[in-house]
C-alpha cells in the first residue's frame, strides 16, 4: 500500500527518503514489510506528506494485523 501512495503522488522514493531524513535503506524496507514504521518514523511520514502520525500508525497497525490473519490461516 505505501508504495502505491508513493506512485499515487508521484515522488520517487529516493527523493521522499532524502527530504524526509531518512535513509533510502529505511524506506526501501518500509515498502517491502520488513521494517516497521516507530513513531519517529511515523512523524517524518506526516510532516513530509501532510498528514498527521496516527495516520501511518493507524497504517502499519493494519498491515501487522493483515499479516497476522494470513499466518493463523
Not at 501512495?5 to 524526509?20: L, P, Q, T
Not at 514504521?37 to 513530509?48: E, T, V
Request: aromatic share 14%.
Amino acid at each position: 500500500m505505501l508504495e502505491e501512495f508513493f506512485k499515487s503522488m508521484g515522488i520517487g522514493v529516493s527523493r521522499f527518503a532524502d527530504k524526509a531524513g531518512l535513509s533510502l535503506d529505511s524506506v526501501n524496507q518500509f515498502l517491502v514489510g520488513r521494517r516497521s514504521l516507530g513513531l519517529a518514523d511515523s512523524h517524518r511520514f506526516a510532516n513530509y506528506f501532510g498528514t498527521s502520525a496516527s495516520f501511518w500508525v493507524g497504517l502499519q497497525r493494519a498491515f501487522e494485523d493483515e499479516v497476522d490473519a494470513q499466518r493463523k490461516t
